[in-house]
């Protein structure tokens, strides 16, 4: 395969055919202590496998199926938490913006700012998180063909912005179900930037449950291990120590048919790193 665009994220190098980096953490913020524990979890576990990290949680979903589904503190309390987390951990952070109204405020305190897959053809969000210059990573559509990213990469690039990574994360497959077609990993690196494969979203079950999505997560390690044999710079999991509680309140946690528990991941990255090793030239 190909060699991507080196891409840099604060201190961090993804691509370039450096070693694989990890993307995760829970998918909604919860509250600033939750957040700061799983922050210095996830980057322990990562830091023992040397595994460049960046931490991911979201302070907004808008995108819930019900409008009684968790979607975080929002904005302004949610990127004090985030900034919270970059500064007493000392990793990267990285969270969804879905307006262009939040971009200004979102790129004061995030290293990577995230494309939802549903809004990736959205022009004036793009350009608006391509104009921060900041590293901007892209969520392919589920609807979308990956060659189709190539219109993407083009409006990000209409800005001068180079630092661009491409999410694989399933495509539609008919009603409540997604597919990983690993094709699509090479398709979008031939656009020669990073490409990270979301290994938690793809098994998610769009509506699955309802009110909410439902979720696989016991064809996480799978894919995730395929996809660092196909070929990738990144991976991306939505990581939670108990992804099957529910909040005060009553009501499930975001996504969490699909999070990986964290306890999983430190055999999850030793798997990876023999294939990642059996690879090397």
């Keep these: 395969m190909s060699t991507t665009r080196e891409v ?14 990890l993307i995760g953490g829970p998918c909604a913020i919860e509250n600033e202590k939750h957040a700061l524990m799983t922050a210095e979890r996830l980057a322990g576990i990562a830091a023992e496998h040397r595994v460049p990290f960046i931490y991911k949680s979201s302070y907004d979903k808008a995108n819930r199926s019900s409008i009684d589904g968790y979607r975080g503190p929002g904005l302004r309390d949610g990127l004090r938490i985030l900034r919270k987390v970059r500064e007493a ?13 939040e971009v200004d405020a979102a790129a004061e305190v995030l290293d990577v700012l995230q494309i939802p897959a549903f809004l990736c053809r959205q022009t004036d969000l793009v350009l608006a998180v391509a104009r921060t210059g900041k590293p901007i990573n892209v969520k392919k559509g589920q609807f979308l063909a990956p060659r189709d990213m190539k219109n993407v990469v083009d409006k990000v690039r209409s800005t001068g912005n180079q630092s661009i990574l ?15 077609d690993m094709r699509s990993l090479a398709d979008m690196r031939e656009l020669g930037f990073p490409v990270v494969f979301d290994a938690t979203h793809s098994v998610q079950l769009p509506g699955g449950a309802g009110d909410r999505s439902g979720g696989e997560r016991t064809y996480v390690p799978a894919l995730a291990r395929a996809a660092v044999a196909f070929g990738i710079d990144a991976l991306f999991m939505e990581m939670h120590e108990d992804p099957d509680r529910t909040l005060p309140d009553g009501r499930p946690l975001s996504d969490g048919p699909n999070m990986l528990r964290i306890d999983d991941l430190p055999r999850l990255l030793a798997e990876l790193a023999a294939i990642e090793a059996a690879l090397r030239p």
């Design 8 to 21: 840099r994220v604060g201190a961090l190098r993804l691509g370039g055919g450096r070693p694989l980096a």
């Design 89 to 101: 951990v000392g990793v990267p952070v990285l969270s969804d913006v879905h307006q262009v109204s």
């Design 166 to 180: 491409l999410t694989e994360r399933g495509t539609s497959f008919g009603y409540g179900n997604l597919v990983v």
